[in-house]
């Protein structure tokens, strides 16, 4: 009796022993891992259900972020009730940059398989494979700060494309560690192919939303809410 409570406390969340838990980083993605795993496969599963229809993905991608980062910043307080909220919210909104980005996405492996047609050391293989692996960057990168904004961020979506586009180039750095994290990422599942099926369907999806977190939360604190909060507190003073 006692291990079965143990285990449900495990699979809930219910084991928060930590009195300091980490605030961010890898090690943040590990915690969040080991307290919230039954939230996290949940929410994996929900995620997917809600993508069966292809034109919600945006929305639901939405949904995931706003959920994913609510665990990664303040801990479980965001409920499923919630989550199909913003994914309702989100449907329409979150559209059109959806296509676009999936466009994109579709366009870098047109272009990555047509590089295949040509020799290795060819010029038409190598400029296919540089353009195609471009877009592609491009594709993760705008889709993973505008999602994520999108679900942290009450604003505009023209702020949120205008703040997409400066962050990509002035966080340069971090959008290239992003890049390669979640190249990495689906690199090694693809490569693990198809027994890595069941880490993907349990709780794959959303363990790329952690991961996502981890380098653009830090970026979304520093470059936009800090000096929102800093004005915000002026204005109250003046």
């Given at each position: 009796m006692?291990v079965?409570?143990?285990f449900?406390?495990?699979?809930q ?9 980490p605030?961010?980083?890898i090690?943040?993605?590990?915690y ?9 496969i ?9 993508c ?9 991608l939405?949904a995931?972020n706003?959920?994913?980062i609510?665990?990664f ?7 499923l009730?919630?989550y199909f ?6 449907i329409l909104?979150?559209?059109p940059?959806?296509?676009l980005?999936?466009?994109m ?13 040509f ?12 353009i195609?692996?471009g877009?592609?960057m ?7 700060y ?10 505009p ?7 997409t ?6 966080e340069?750095k971090k959008?290239?560690c ?9 690199g090694?599942?693809?490569?693990c ?8 369907l349990?709780f ?8 996502v977190?981890?380098w653009l939360?830090?970026v979304i604190?520093r470059?936009i809410l800090?000096p929102?909060?800093?004005q ?6 003046v």
């Open positions: 006692t079965m409570k143990r449900m406390d495990w699979y969340g219910n084991n928060d022993r930590e009195k300091e838990p605030r961010g980083g090690k943040r993605v590990g969040v891992i080991w307290n919230y795993p039954g939230k996290l949940l929410i994996n599963l929900l995620f997917i259900l809600c069966i229809p292809v034109f919600t993905i945006p929305a639901a939405t995931l706003r959920y994913v609510k665990i910043r303040d801990g479980y307080n965001f409920y009730a919630d909220e913003e994914f309702k919210g989100s909104r979150t559209l940059l959806g296509i980005t999936g466009a996405g579709f366009y870098a492996y047109y272009l990555l398989s047509l590089a295949n047609n020799g290795e050391e060819t010029i038409g293989h190598n400029m296919l494979t540089g195609g692996f877009v592609l491009i594709s993760i990168l705008a889709g993973s505008f999602f994520l904004q999108t679900a942290m961020l009450e604003l979506l023209k702020s949120i494309l205008r703040n586009l400066i962050l990509i180039i002035v340069w959008s290239l992003l890049t390669f994290t979640i190249l990495s990422y689906w090694i599942l693809l490569g192919a198809p027994y890595s099926l069941i880490l993907v349990s794959g999806f959303a363990l790329q939303q952690l991961l977190c981890v939360n830090p604190d470059r800090e929102f909060e800093k915000k507190a002026k204005g109250l003073t």
